[in-house]
């Protein structure tokens, strides 16, 4: 299972962080993703690790303001935002995919969006102006 939390209301600039924890599956055995989907909008992958927390992956339009950290002793993966602006407003998902060991970074973020393993109850995130 997965549990999110840290979402809020916050102006534009401020930082926010969330947190996922995990609980009844092998936290290195997967890979970890949060998601996003504002109103009227798709699901968006925001941001991707996995390996132990060697491996990460943002978007072209994540890159440089979201970083995305595991802690494999607490078994939770935290997101760090950055400069949020309105348009970041959404609902907050993190998602986890088993991953073989064999398997590349992209085969993972791959199953992450196509066929996650488990989901979280997502957390609202509103970016007022």
């Known amino acids: 299972q997965l549990q999110a939390s840290g979402g809020g209301l916050v102006q534009a600039g401020a930082s926010l962080r969330l947190s996922c924890a995990a609980s009844?599956?092998?936290?290195?055995?997967?890979?970890f993703g949060w998601f996003r989907q504002a109103p009227g909008k798709e699901r968006a992958l925001v941001a991707a690790?996995?390996?132990?927390?060697?491996?990460?992956y943002y978007p072209d339009d994540m890159e440089g303001r979201v970083t995305i950290s595991a802690d494999y002793v607490a078994n939770t993966v935290n997101l760090r935002m950055s400069t949020l602006k309105p348009e970041d407003t959404a609902v907050y998902y993190c998602?986890?995919?088993?991953?073989?060991?064999?398997?590349?970074?992209?085969?993972?973020?791959?199953?992450?969006?196509?066929?996650?393993?488990?989901w979280g109850q997502g957390t609202l995130v509103t970016v007022s102006s």
């Open positions: 998602a986890a995919a088993f991953r073989p060991d064999s398997w590349s970074l992209v085969d993972a973020v791959r199953r992450l969006i196509t066929q996650a393993d488990y």
């Open positions: 009844g599956l092998t936290f290195s055995s997967y890979a």
């Open positions: 690790i996995t390996w132990r927390g060697s491996n990460t």
